[in-house]
């Protein structure tokens, strides 16, 4: 079955920048999409599209991609940004798959 | 302000069956697909399948397919998860999302815990 991998975990200290990536065969041809999960609260969407960003979720978040990889860049990360963060796209048939997962860490 | 609210929490035994709801407010609930998602307890998200309320096409996740049971009711705007045969594996949080082709899954239900243990 298709698989979308990312890191398990990143750290960075506050103010500096995040980078969390997601690789995956089919994402040259699919969008990616990203959402934020903070302890005990349902996903909120963060970007779109690959590298759109809905309204509301703050200037600092972005993405894109090159190849079969997209990534997730946090600039200026904040403490309130310390949650898990899961890619999601899909196959070449068009089911719907999430990465792994990878907790961002505010040292 | 679009809203997704789900039942609420639910203890069943193995072997007993379950359906939790997902209802729709401040849009057109047929003109969206809603996806179900379940997190087992400290696990990340997996896909189960969607539906799309307008005509009820209904699209499972392979390791979902025959597990599980998607439908909707367009009249109450509410769609719903079951099971007919509950086992302790099922035990998780799962939620509800609104889609769209390109537009991601936006918003989220807050979630219906469901614990199966004899």
Known sequence: SYELTQPPSVSVSPGQTARITCSGDALPKQYAYWYQQKPGQAPVLVIYKDSERPSGIPERFSGSSSGTTVTLTISGVQAEDEADYYCQSADSSGTLVFGGGTKLTVL | ?118
């Open chain 2, 1 to 118: 302000e679009v809203q997704l609210v789900q039942s609420g929490a639910e203890v069943k035994k193995p072997g007993e069956s379950l359906k939790i709801s997902c209802k729709g407010s401040g849009y057109s609930f047929t003109s969206y697909w809603i996806g179900w998602v379940r997190q087992m307890p400290g696990k990340g998200l997996e896909w189960m399948g969607i539906i799309y309320p307008g005509d009820s096409d209904t699209r499972y996740s392979p390791s979902f397919q025959g597990q599980v049971t998607i439908s909707a009711d367009k009249s109450i705007s509410t769609a719903y998860l079951q099971w007919s045969s509950l086992k302790a594996s099922d035990t998780a949080m799962y939620y509800c999302a609104r889609g769209m082709a390109g537009s991601g899954f936006d918003p989220w239900g807050q979630g219906t815990l469901v614990t199966v243990s004899s």
